[in-house]
Every structure is written in C-alpha cells, then in structure tokens.
C-alpha cells in the first residue's frame, strides 16, 4: 500500500472542526440539561405511586430505550411537520436528543432517589425537616453519589449519539467532516481527526466525573452498603 | 366515667403528663391490625422501657408519637398537644420529641459535627455559630469531640449511635424515643450507648425506650410497659415485672430473653 | 405512484429489510464476541504491553461515535487501502470493532468482580494461568456478565440502523427510501420503531430478569 498520510487537510479547515465541535458541545450541553429535567420528572413520576403516570413514564422509557435514535430522529424531523410543527434541523436535533436523553436519565435517577435507605427520610422528618428540604440537604447528595457513575456514562453516550444529527444537516462535528469528505480524498485524516475531537470531549467530562467525585462525594467511601 | 375522663386530660395532668396516649389503633394498608387500643400515659421526666415479643408492634406504637406512623383511631397528645393530621401539630411535635433509631440513621454525607449542627440551623434557623456551639458541647457530653471531622462511615457503631443521641438532643427536645438503640450494636459496644442514656435519665429528660436490655431496664426505668400482639399487657414497676409478673404471656418472654 | 404503496405493502418492505437488521446484529454479535474476549483476555493479562494496547483499543472504540466508525471503515479503508469496500464488508468492520470494545469492557468488569481470593486460592492449588481461566474465573464471570451482555445486544441491534447511512439497506435505510417515495413520515417511522421495539423489546425484559435472579441470589 503506497498511501502516505496527509493531515495538512487538517490544519487548513481547522476552523470548521471548531466551529464543528463547539456547535456538538452546545447542543449536547442542551439536550443532557433538558433530558435531566424530563428524567427529574419522569423519576417522580415512576416513584409517585400513581399507576397512570407510572405506566405513561414507563411506556415512555421504554420505547425510547428500544428503538434507535436515528428513527426517533427521523420521526421527529420528517414527523412532525407533518402535524404541523415546523422545526429547523438544530431544533429537531435537540428536542429528539432530550428526549432520548429524558428516558435514560429517567431510569438513573430512581434508581438513585430508591438507594436511599428509608430510615434517612425517618431520621430527618423525627428532626423537623419539611420535605423541600428533606430533598435538598439528605436525599440529593447522597443519591447523586449513588447515580453519578452511570450518569457520566449516559452523558458520554449521549454526546457521542449527537453525531447523529449530521443526517439531518445539523452542522455539528461530524457534518464537518462529511462535508470536507465530500470535497477531498483524505476521508481517513479527516475522520480520525473528528474521532479525536469527540475523544477529547469524552476525556474532558471523564475528567470533570473524576474532580466532582473527589470534591463532592468523598464520604462515600466510608458508606458501607 | 365523664368525670374520670375529664381529670385524667384536664388541667391536674396536662402539667405533668408528658404523653397521653388513649386506645390508640392502627391498621397497616394491607389491613394487618397492629395496634389494638393501646392507652399509655408518660409523665414528666419520667423514663419507660416497652417491652415485647417481635412483631408485637413496639416500634409502630412509639413511631406514633412523633407521628412517623399515622393512626386510626384513639387519640395521643404530646406535652399537652393533640397529635392530629394538621401539619401545624406535627410540627409543634417533632420539635419537642426527638427520636434514636436502631440503624442510627446517621447522614452518610455529613462530617459527626454536621450531623448534629444541621437540623438546628436548617430546622430552627438558629445562627450557625450558636449550633455550633451546641453541637460542640453534646459531642463532648456523648465522648466524640475528637472525632468530629469524621464521617460516620469511619466511626463504631457505638460511637454512631452516639451520635445520633447528640444529633436528636441539638433539637433540645423534651420528650427522647429510644427504638432499639443497642441492638444492632456489637455487644462490646452496648455499654457505651447505654452509659449515655443512664446519664441522660438521671438529668431529667423524659424517656420512652424500646429496649431490652435488662440491667438497664431495671436499674434506670421507673415503669416497664409490656405489649404482646398490639395489646398493652402490663404497665408496672421494674421489680414487679421481673420479679412478680402477672399474666403467662410476660413469664414466657421472660424465660425467652433472661437467658 | 405514492397510491401503490398501501400501508400492507410499506410493511412488508420494511420486514424484508428486517432481515439484514437480523443478520447484521448477529454478524456484529458473533464477530464482536470473538475479538472482545480477546481483547478482554488482553486487558487483563499480566503482560503490561498487551494490558496498555488493549485499552488503546476500548478507549478509542468506546469513545468514538459508532457513526464515525462506519465512516473511518467505509471511506477510510477503501482510500488507504485502495480498495471499494462494500457497505455490508465496512459495516461488519466497523460494528465488530465497536461491538467488542464494549463487549471486551463488560467482561473484564465481570473477572474484575470477582473476590481476588479466587486467583489466589487457585494460584495456591497450583492451576496455570490459564487453567486458572479456564477452570475457575471465567465459569464464575460468564454468570455475572450474562445480564449486561444482553442487555449490550440490544445497543447492537440498534446500533446497526446507523449502517444505513453508508447505504447499507437495512430496516432504517428502507424506512428513509420508503418515506422518501410516500412522504407518510409519521407512519413509515413508527413502523420501524415498532419492529425495532419488537426485536429489542423482549432482550431488554430478558436482561432485566437474569439481573433480578443474579441479586437474589446475593
Ligand atoms: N409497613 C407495614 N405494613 C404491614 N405490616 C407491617 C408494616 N410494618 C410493620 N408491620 C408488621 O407489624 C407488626 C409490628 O411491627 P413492629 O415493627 O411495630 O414490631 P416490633 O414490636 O417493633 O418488633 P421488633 O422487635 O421485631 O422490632 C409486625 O408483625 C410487622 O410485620
Ligand atoms: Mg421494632
């Protein structure tokens, strides 16, 4: 194979890899504080002990938990017009990336608000608390320590799947490389650089998982379990 | 009868009963009947040790007190305050009862310190140098001071169920509900616990402790409450019930836990 | 032309392309399986190289967007190696490397939860290496991994729509051909979805049930 690798494609559209990422970071950053609203309510929902919402919420969770993204995308972006609801692709991108993201977080979050031991909310009503502060100083902390693991995790997955959103001409990250793609032939330098862009996303809120850990929720290492 | 009542809730006790609690009934929701018209009054400064087979429904009965666990019929008045569902009295309530759990239910997030300064500040509003203060003073009182800036992962058991005493009595309440304090502890560790309740008995605060601890219950309690299947049993002095107890249901949980 | 596609008909094209979703998931499955236990063997052997090329390998795969590793194979293959890769041969590339990064990290989780009294007592009765993996590890890690192994299946099967996209004609891409000739975007996706839910539905359910058994048993 006489390929010799090239990457001045690189350095001279650096620009649009930037303007790429920093448009895949706003949207990410979007959709995960929208998807973590609807998984705060879809949480209450599945723990409110109200049958309906709880089997709405499930539904919910699991349809969206079993069916690829692409689709829901499509559906909503192709969809919904349909009904009547323009969206630009950015708009569709987002609404369909927290609603993913929603039905996740949803499932994380219970499991964190049903880790906390019973005697906790006990302990704290015995002493006076009333329940809006119940939540804020016993049950928050100590149920994102549980939870915050796996909500790193699906962060990651989530910004990843952003990738996604090219299909529909979101200008994101990997749209950038498609259209360089479209205009060279150096598709390996290109998508391997893309590749470390998102690499570098993820090691950014790996690293950002770690210093939060360390900062916020040391006590768990002496909770026994 | 009329006459009998009115005494008993009228001004005469009101001073001096600590809790009044009369046929007081519970059903769970699956419609198990746990309590079964239980009527119990503590007075002031008095200390109690309720007694009883597993499953008789001593937690569910004190859990009433500071209304952990609703109730159906019966009523119960908490230093002269009726406990109803107005969330007002509930209140009121929590502020005068403070309560130790067998699991010590301590914060896992928080330093001892924090444990115990933070439902003053949060709870009361008080200035965070005066809970400190408290809190400063009753870990010294229950001997973990010098362990203040831990978390209670990293004490005993013992050492957190001290704790907890301290974190229920920053609250300064007036009435302490004990549930089991020593039981999920280490034997080597139950004396420490109790010396702090004896100490805290002989300053004067009224007491109601699930427990049993027999040298405690003897030489502390003034009354011991016995309760089999949600019925209250007997109501008697130490001596008596140890010594001279009535009916067979108390002699064969005697023979159960004096060996 | 939009006439003759009744919704009968838009069906059975989208279970026609069924069948290479079904295929492709096990291709990706079975390919995915081989090169993840061994690079699982590989994260977790004792050989320091071997340990840090294997991470190499997850941390890339795991941290990339599968979409990009269709493109990387699909456009990136065929220019360095000047070859015309086709989507079925990128797709099987690109869904195997992604397939076993994810794989690899599951299973190395499961040896990993093991008690080190484990090695240490089988090391003690004199096992190998390797019959120590053989006999006494792996037994007790393919319990553990059973459930999210599963599970994982489910982000395979939905991972394979993504092959549409470098026209491999799949369950989506049929989806996308057929809306863009009717224009019935609502209905044509949620078919899709539907079958897509029919396929993954019961894995997930399956998945959750090994897990329960596995706690109770704890
Ligand atoms: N939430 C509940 N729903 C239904 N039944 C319950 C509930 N909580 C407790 N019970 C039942 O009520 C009975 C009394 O429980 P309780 O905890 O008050 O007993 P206890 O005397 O404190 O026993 P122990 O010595 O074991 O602590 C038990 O038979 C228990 O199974
Ligand atoms: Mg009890």
Known sequence: ?225 | MTQFEVSKGGTATATEAAIVAQDVEKWYSNGFHVLKGVSLTVNKGEVVVLMGPSGSGKSTFIRTFNALEPFQKGSIEIDGIPLTPKLKNVDAIRREVGMVFQQFNLFPHLTVFENVSIAPIQVRNMPKAKADEIATQLLERVGILHQAKKYPGQLSGGQQQRVAIARALAMQPKIMLFDEPTSALDPEMVREVLDVMRSLANSGMTMVCVTHEVGFAREVADRIIFLADGLLVEDTTPAEFFNNPKSDRTRKFLSQILH | MGDEFTLGRIFLNLLIATKWTIILSLIAFVFGGIVGFLVMLMRISPIKPLRFLSWIYVEFFEGTPLLLQLFLAFFGISVVFGINLSPLAAATIALTAFTSSFLADIWRGAVEALPKGQWEASSALGFGYFKKLRYIILPQAVKLSIAPTVGFLVQVIKGTSLASVIGFTELSRAASQINNVTLKALLVFALAGAIYFLLCYPLSVWSQKVEQRLNQQT
């Open chain 1, 1 to 225: 194979m006489g390929y010799t690798f090239d990457f001045s494609v690189v350095w001279d559209n650096i620009g649009l890899f930037i303007a790429g990422a920093l448009l895949t970071f706003r949207i990410s950053l979007i959709a995960i504080a929208f998807g973590l609203i609807l998984g705060i309510i879809g949480a209450l929902f599945r723990t409110s002990g109200n049958r309906i919402l709880n089997a709405i919420t499930l539904a919910y969770v699991e349809i969206i938990r079993n069916t690829p993204f692409l689709i829901q995308l499509f559906f909503i972006f192709f969809g919904l017009p349909k009904l009547g609801i323009r969206l630009n692709a950015e708009q569709a991108a987002i609404l369909s990336l927290s609603i993913n993201f929603g039905a996740y977080s949803t499932e994380i979050v219970r499991a964190g608000v049903e880790s906390i031991p019973k005697g906790q909310v006990e302990a704290a009503m015995a002493l006076g608390f009333k329940p809006l502060k119940i939540f804020r100083y016993i049950i928050l902390i100590p149920a994102l320590s549980n939870i915050y693991t796996a909500l790193i995790g699906q962060v990651i997955l989530a910004v990843l799947f952003t990738s996604v959103v090219s299909q529909i001409a979101t200008e994101d990250l990997t749209f950038a490389g498609d259209f360089l793609n479209s205009r060279t032939f150096r598709s390996f330098e290109i998508y391997f650089t893309v590749c470390l862009f998102y690499l570098a996303i993820v090691w950014i809120i790996k690293g950002i998982g770690y210093w939060v850990e360390r900062r916020f929720f040391e006590f768990a290492k002496y909770s026994r379990r």
